[in-house]
Every structure is written in structure tokens, then in C-alpha cells.
């Protein structure tokens, strides 16, 4: 029995051997990965395109290679320069916006939310709701304007009222009577210094 026939049977010692030597095998992929021929191309032409498939694959690599060192670079700059890592972070979220905005997915979200707008503001039930409460703010503000007027000539009334002249005099006279009382007892009252030649008053005794 040759090799190969000993490493499968289970009761040799071998028996991993084999596993473990067909994991190390590097596998093509064109071959792992070979599909029917697309339909409407030649077998030559699909083996064009993944040639050049392969070929840009590869190329994505060495990019992505490059740009991580070019980071690394560039972070190690920034540190010299002593430059904070929250101005990197700012000018990251900055660019990371501005490629949204940029982005096919964003101009046609906003090309969208234009359009709905328009057609929003264009439909009869928008400007009927518009009008419908411009006419409400006009009917409100007609409204405020007529009882302050009310409220207004009501005072008006008021103050020319017979019972709010009166009240009114009777203010005035209250008023005067206590202004001419004060002015009469102030009068009535001795100077803090004596009048004339009276002398003071002695102390009293004990």
C-alpha cells in the first residue's frame, strides 16, 4: 500500500498528517473560484477581465498600503508640530462631510427632498391650510385690536362717569384735609429751642 493509503487509514499514527499538509497548499483561486462563462462573453474574453480584475484588486492593495503610510506619516508630523489631536479629529469630521455632501447618495437625497418640497408647497391642500390660517392670524389679531378698543373707550367711560368724578372729589378732599392738618399742627407745636425769654424747664427732682 503506498503512502497516501497509510495516512487515510484512522488506525494510523499518521492518520493527520495529511490534513494538515493539504491546509499548507496554496490553492489558485481562478481555480477555486471558476464560474460558467458569462453569457454574451467568449471564454476569452472573460479571461481578459479577470486578468484585469485581479489586476485592479491588486492595485487597491498598494493603495490602501500607501495611504496607511501616509497616515503615519502625517500623524507623525502632526505630533512634532505639537499639533492637538482634537484640530485632526475637527478637520476628519470636516472632510468626512464634506465627502458626504459630495457624495452621489447625498445630491440625489437632497435633488429628492427638493423636489417633494415643491411638490409640497405647489399642492391645493398646502395652500389651502395656508390660507386657512393666514385668515385665522387676521380674524385673531381683528379681534385683539377690537376689545382693546372696547376695553379703551370703557375706561373712557369711566373716568367720565358721574360716580367717578365724585369718587375723585372725595379723593381730592380727603387729600387736602390731611395736607392742612399736618401744615395746622406743625404750626401748633413750640420751637425746639424755647419761645422768648421763658426758660427751660429744670429737671425734676428726685
Request: glycine content about 10%; aromatic content about 4%.
Amino acid at each position: 500500500m503506498d503512502s497516501a493509503g497509510q495516512d487515510i487509514n484512522l488506525n494510523s499514527p499518521n492518520k493527520g498528517l495529511l490534513s494538515d499538509f493539504m491546509t499548507d497548499v496554496p490553492v489558485d483561486p481562478g481555480v477555486t473560484a471558476r464560474t460558467p462563462a458569462v453569457e454574451g462573453l467568449t471564454e476569452t474574453e472573460e479571461e481578459e477581465l479577470r486578468a484585469e480584475l485581479a489586476k485592479v484588486e491588486e492595485e487597491i492593495v498598494t493603495l490602501r498600503q500607501v495611504l496607511a503610510a501616509k497616515e503615519r506619516h502625517c500623524g507623525e508630523l502632526k505630533r512634532r508640530l505639537g499639533l492637538s489631536t482634537l484640530g485632526g479629529l475637527k478637520q476628519n469630521l470636516s472632510r468626512s462631510w464634506h465627502d458626504v455632501q459630495v457624495s452621489n447618495a447625498y445630491v440625489r437625497t437632497s435633488e429628492k427632498l427638493g423636489e417633494w418640497n415643491e411638490k409640497v408647497t405647489q399642492s391645493d391642500l398646502y395652500k389651502k391650510t395656508q390660507e386657512t390660517l393666514s385668515q385665522a392670524g387676521q380674524k385673531t389679531s381683528a379681534a385683539l385690536s377690537t376689545m382693546g378698543s372696547a376695553i379703551s373707550r370703557k375706561l373712557g367711560d369711566m373716568r367720565n362717569s358721574a360716580t367717578f368724578k365724585s369718587f375723585e372729589d372725595r379723593v381730592g378732599t380727603i387729600k387736602s384735609k390731611v395736607v392742612g392738618g399736618r401744615e395746622n399742627g406743625s404750626a401748633s407745636l413750640p420751637s425746639p429751642t424755647g419761645g422768648g425769654d421763658q426758660p427751660l424747664p429744670g429737671p425734676a427732682p428726685f
